[in-house]
């Protein structure tokens, strides 16, 4: 601090005695002097100055300096070291953390930084000034630019990235500078382009081919790859902002043949145990499991997953990683992530999947890779994540792979007492018994993923089932797994059975009547879905239970004669309700952790505990919810379809008034989209006028701290200061006000939205059971016309468009 006073002495002269300035009197005169002095020493002292005082009095210089600090980046361009001045007090200006010295300020906003970023983009041509800078070879003002532009996109990222977007040659110019020979400008440049990039797919294409790739690689391959420092992650969390959910940028990856330059990463030296992981090396090999990830999401298009595979699998990614999962002292963080990382890289593709099939394990004796990781699934001592990880690459393995899911199935049937033998099926048997919650869990969804949309592993599984032996107790697999939802009071282990029983049956009749033969089975479930609720997880539990029964109705095949169809139905009136019914099986589509799975097909769950729901069953339930209320719906018909004519005239009239409620909902939907329009425009002018206030209010703080102000003006300026921060606060009510209007208004759209969709939903159902009513009837009056019946006219069907 007395280095401080006695350099403001030199620039500003010894004061008179006894009159010592106050900090914003001292801030005032050196901006005059940096903004008015004729000798370009005088101006570069002031910005010194200026910049030794910015940390600890950043209102002050900042309220008072910030257009003089604007002017001379633009007028003293030609003195390097005035600019870098200038350029270091506006980053400690807009600094968007706060310095220790500031930390006796309590009086000074958090968001400070915030608030003068948006000051100085008020003019995008100071965005241009920094641009224009970057092309300044000296070390300082090139550095101190991009670590300016640093802090302003950290302040407000969106803004900047619309600024630049309008700037000719303004991402061209920051690309250059990865080309610098300085380590510590190419370091902060890939910093820089990590913010610049986030979430802004224009810019994300503009830096891909401004060939990011290839000098990205470049640093990596330099630094040494996954033993390389922090430079490495920074290279590699830079293409996954340029590739994530960027189908161009996957596109322009794969053909540039950059998968092939990620094989180094993946390379494991043989005294990897001996050497061990350090945390960079984790945190270098994570960021490139994730750039694997993202080539193969199941969220990009089908297509470009398909090339990335078959890429990956020719090049030897895929084999590389196989290796790490074999190997020893690898972390279990990486482990984990590479374990997803192989379920993504071989899921939907049959050549894959064969790979992964045919690894063996290094184990004594061995055994193939894909029952190890059964094992470790199935065991209760292994760490949850690794668990999930397991689960989520055995569903990759058997997505839409009907050999493997096939062997699953037929490998239930024992084969050999001896432990080398061990089957998937075997194993995963055990785990549906096992005492062990998520063991049970976990193998129920594993084998529903060999049943779905697989109507002939469902009919090899009946027979499976029905054979096989548990133990010692002479009974099918299919009466425990009934007896197991019968007796078990563990939610988990219930919600696994209804899921695996529920994929079974639908779509074949013949497991319908199986499970219908089962002991107690339907008054078991007719027992769970009546059930009283208490909690969430009672409602999905009744949802789920209600699912199955609806299931065994629909594709009933009255081979069980005790449980027909029409028997089922009326038992379900009679002890559950139509209406209750239906809003138990409602209530599945409602549940939290049903949303939350039907999002990724990976499960992605914080605690044991939110482990209820697959990504599979849940598609399986929303293809199958509508047509399952609607077959029940439909009232109890006589023999064959004897009144087929008034059952049309009943569709007709409920999609009368479907059309009018779709009229209804539609104006309903654009009232509120007036509204929410309306809102949004008095919240924008309520947001600006508060913008300006807080400008104006920031800038008389500035004049009254310190005790500036002259003894005749405090009360006036005080009271100015009052009023400033009583209009504040009253335009922060309006806008709390307004937000929450509009939020109001946003979610009554969505509302009417989801119900319109629904609503849609259910017509166009109804329009496919109307035309298969149509069909029949047209058939019988075929039939009856050949058997020489008359046929009435009045029986003729009104045609679709008449319907609304």
């Not at 206030?693 to 405090?714: F, G, Y």
């Amino acid at each position: 601090m007395d280095f401080l006073k006695s350099g403001l002495k030199t620039v500003l002269g010894a004061p008179e005695p006894g009159q010592q300035p106050s900090v914003a009197e001292t801030v005032e005169r050196l901006v005059e002097r940096a903004s008015n002095s004729t000798l370009l020493e005088d101006r570069r002292d002031a910005c010194r100055a200026l910049k030794a005082m910015s940390r600890k009095y950043r209102l002050e210089v900042g309220a008072q300096g910030m257009d003089t600090l604007r002017q001379i980046l633009e007028l003293d361009r030609a003195d390097n070291e005035t600019v870098n001045y200038a350029l270091d007090t506006l980053n400690n200006i807009v600094s968007p953390s706060q310095f220790e010295e500031e930390e006796d300020k309590p009086h000074i906003p958090m968001n400070i930084g915030d608030q003068f970023t948006e000051m100085f983009i008020k003019d995008p041509h100071n965005i241009q000034l920094l641009l224009d800078l970057l092309d300044e070879y000296d070390f300082r003002v090139r550095l101190s630019t991009v670590q300016l532009l640093i802090s302003l996109l950290t302040n407000r990222t969106k803004d900047i990235q619309e600024i630049i977007l309008d700037k000719p040659m303004g991402v061209s110019k920051m690309m250059d500078l990865l080309s610098d020979s300085r380590e510590v400008i190419r370091n902060e440049t890939l910093l820089l382009l990590i913010k610049l990039t986030k979430g802004n797919a224009n810019i994300q294409k503009i830096v891909a081919f401004e060939n990011a790739f290839d000098r990205l690689f470049e640093i990596v391959s330099s630094e040494g790859y996954s033993d390389g420092g922090i430079i490495v992650e920074d290279c590699l969390l830079l293409m996954l902002n340029l590739l994530k959910n960027n189908s161009s940028n996957i596109n322009f990856f794969k053909e540039g043949s950059y998968i092939q330059k990620m094989l180094p990463m993946f390379t494991i030296p043989d005294n990897a145990e001996e050497a061990g992981w350090s945390p960079q090396k984790v945190s270098n090999v994570h960021c490139m499991l994730q750039l694997v990830r993202t080539l193969v999401s199941p969220s990009n298009s089908a297509q470009i997953v398909s090339n990335c595979q078959k890429i990956m699998n020719n090049v030897g990614v895929l084999n590389a990683l196989c290796n790490i999962l074999m190997a020893s002292g690898v972390p279990a963080d990486i482990l984990t992530e590479t374990i997803n990382t192989v379920g993504e890289v071989v899921r939907g593709d049959a050549t894959n999947q064969q790979f992964i099939g045919t690894v063996i394990a290094p184990s004594y004796p061995p055994r193939p890779a894909i029952i190890v990781l059964l094992m470790s699934m199935v065991n209760e001592k292994q760490p949850f994540s690794l668990r999930c990880a397991v689960l989520y690459c055995f569903q990759c393995y058997l997505y839409r792979n009907e050999v493997s899911q096939a062997n699953l199935v037929q490998t239930l049937l024992p084969s050999s007492t001896d432990v080398s033998s061990l089957t998937s099926g075997q194993i995963l048997c055990g785990g549906l018994f096992s005492p062990d919650l998520l063991s049970n869990w976990f193998s129920a969804v594993a084998l529903m993923h060999a049943l779905i949309d697989n109507p002939a592993q469902k009919e090899q599984l009946l027979r499976v089932l029905l054979a096989t032996n548990i133990g010692s107790t002479p009974v099918s697999l299919l009466h425990q797994c009934t007896l197991l939802l019968q007796q078990t009071t563990k939610l988990q282990s219930k919600v696994a059975l209804l899921m695996l029983l529920s994929a079974w049956t639908a779509h074949c009749g013949p497991a319908v009547g199986a499970f219908l033969r089962a002991p107690g089975a339907v008054a078991g479930l007719v027992g769970l879905t009546g059930a009283g609720e208490t909690d969430d997880n009672d409602c999905l539990l009744q949802g789920l239970s209600a699912f199955l029964l609806a299931i065994c109705i629909h594709f009933n095949d009255d081979s069980v004669q005790n449980y027909s169809k029409d028997s089922l139905r009326q038992l379900l009136v009679k002890r559950i309700g139509m209406e209750t019914f239906t809003a138990k099986l409602s209530e599945v589509s409602r549940h939290e952790l049903y949303n939350k799975a039907a999002k990724h097909p990976q499960l992605r769950v914080n605690s044991p505990a939110e482990v209820l729901i697959d990504y599979e069953f849940c598609k399986l339930f929303k293809s199958l919810e509508a047509v399952l209320v609607q077959s029940l719906a439909v009232r109890q018909q006589n023999g064959a379809d004897e009144r087929p004519a008034d059952d049309l005239q009943q569709y007709k009239r409920v999609i009368r008034l479907q059309d009018a409620r779709l009229s209804e909902l539609l104006q309903q939907l654009e009232g509120l989209a007036a509204q929410a329009a309306a809102l949004q425009s008095a919240l924008n002018d309520s947001l600006s006028a508060n913008s300006l206030l807080k400008d104006e209010n920031t800038l008389l703080k500035a004049q009254v701290s310190a005790s500036s102000i002259p003894t005749s003006q405090p009360n006036v300026q005080s009271e100015k200061t009052a009023e400033y921060e009583a209009r504040i606060q009253q335009l922060a009510d309006e806008i709390t006000r307004l937000s929450s209007e509009l939020n109001m208004a946003k979610e009554s759209q969505r509302k009417a939205n989801d119900d319109l969709e629904k609503l849609r939903k259910d017509q166009d159902d109804l329009l496919e059971l109307l035309a298969d009513q149509d069909v029949k009837i047209n058939e019988y009056k075929i039939k009856l016309m050949r058997l020489g019946e008359k046929v009435e006219e009045d029986n003729v069907i009104e045609p679709e468009e008449n319907l609304t």
